[in-house]
């Protein structure tokens, strides 16, 4: 059974910096691009960073340069720097392996921007 487990979220100040980390379980992620995304409270998932088996990544204009993702696959885990974070930033951050994502969503990890 596969399993993404998201994990490093919490209450930041705007500015601040966390990294969120995406344990991978039932699956060798080195095998798979592997992304992040991000749901805010009454609007849609959206996509947030990219990482493919060769290493390349890709983000939207709105996170670009402010987020950077990584992945260890002795670890079978993704990571997600977040700096210069922003209020409109607050939202569950999600993982999902795959160029689109293939496998059920987990819990996420709760990231909040306030002061």
């Known amino acids: 059974q596969v399993q993404l487990v998201e994990s490093g979220g919490g209450l930041v100040q705007p500015g601040g910096s966390l990294r969120l980390s995406c344990a991978a379980s039932g699956i060798s992620s080195s095998f798979y691009a592997m992304g992040w995304y991000r749901q805010a409270p009454g609007k849609q998932r959206e996509w947030v960073a990219t990482?493919?088996?060769?290493?390349?990544?890709n983000y939207p204009d709105s996170v670009k340069g402010r987020f950077t993702i990584s992945r260890d696959n002795a670890k079978n885990t993704m990571y997600l720097q977040m700096n210069s974070l922003k209020p409109e930033d607050t939202a569950v951050y999600y993982c999902n392996a795959g160029a689109t994502p293939l496998y059920s969503w987990g819990q996420g990890t709760q990231v909040t921007v306030s002061s």
């Open positions: 990482i493919t088996r060769g290493g390349s990544t």
